[in-house]
């Protein structure tokens, strides 16, 4: 079956600092991976999603990730980040059967 | 332009009542998803609707739970006798086609608490 794991819970980074929030996925062929964020109180916005093609894929807010296949990894990454970026962040796997399976989350926190 | 229109936002229901959560999707979107979140346990996904059918409830509750999408109107989640456990958000998703292709639209979500 398959799963996705974001091995990081919390992470606090400068404002201004480089970002990097892991995912890890489990998933028997190609998968259809996707990264949202949450404010609070919100629902879930894409941020961006990959199907095929281009492993390095561009998205919202200056936010990009990269596929590794090899890694079975889709780390999100931002080069600089701003005070807004704090919410909660969840890495997603679609599944063939049309559900798309969430990770846990990751909370970003930024310091002034 | 609207999005997924969940309401109520905030839903508070005592021990043994019934809780009624409803979810216009997307205009035009025919595929529904219910998703429920506890803190720091992500999103379960619970049941995958399309219109006037239940396609994959694996996530659902054996009892208790139960969830329609109409030809007409809202899809509702439906919760029948609600205990402590049951406090939640539950957020409904909507897609135009299969959503592990394309991901889906959230609606922002029914906060509810048993007390």
């Known amino acids: 079956a398959q799963s996705v794991t974001q091995p990081d819970i919390h992470i606090t980074v400068s404002e201004g600092a480089s970002l990097e929030l892991r995912c890890n996925y489990s998933?028997?062929?190609?998968?259809?991976l996707f990264w949202y964020v949450q404010s609070p109180g919100q629902g879930l916005q894409l941020l961006l999603k990959?199907?095929?093609?281009?492993?390095l894929v561009q998205g919202i807010k200056g936010f990009e990730a990269e596929f590794k296949r090899s890694q079975s990894s889709f780390n999100l990454r931002k080069p600089s980040v701003h005070w807004s970026d704090a919410a909660e962040y969840f890495c997603a796997v679609g599944a063939r059967d049309d559900k798309i399976i969430f990770g846990k989350g990751t909370r970003l926190h930024i310091l002034p | 332009n609207a999005g997924v229109m969940q309401n109520p936002r905030h839903l508070v229901r005592r021990r043994g009542q019934e809780a009624r959560l409803r979810c216009s999707p997307v205009?035009?979107?025919?595929?529904v998803y219910w998703y429920r979140q506890l803190p720091e346990e992500g999103l379960k996904f619970m049941v995958y609707l399309q219109k006037e059918n239940i396609i994959d409830e694996s996530g659902m509750p054996k009892e208790r739970f139960s969830a329609e999408f109409p030809k007409e109107g809202p899809s509702i989640l439906r919760i029948q006798q609600v205990v402590r456990g049951d406090s939640a958000a539950y957020f409904c998703?909507?897609?135009?086609?299969?959503?592990?292709?394309?991901?889906?639209?959230f609606g922002s979500g029914t906060r509810l608490t048993v007390v």
């Open positions: 998703a909507s897609s135009l086609r299969l959503a592990g292709n394309y991901g889906y639209t």
């Open positions: 990959y199907f095929s093609g281009d492993t």
């Open positions: 998933y028997g062929a190609t998968p259809y």
């Open positions: 205009k035009g979107h025919s595929h």
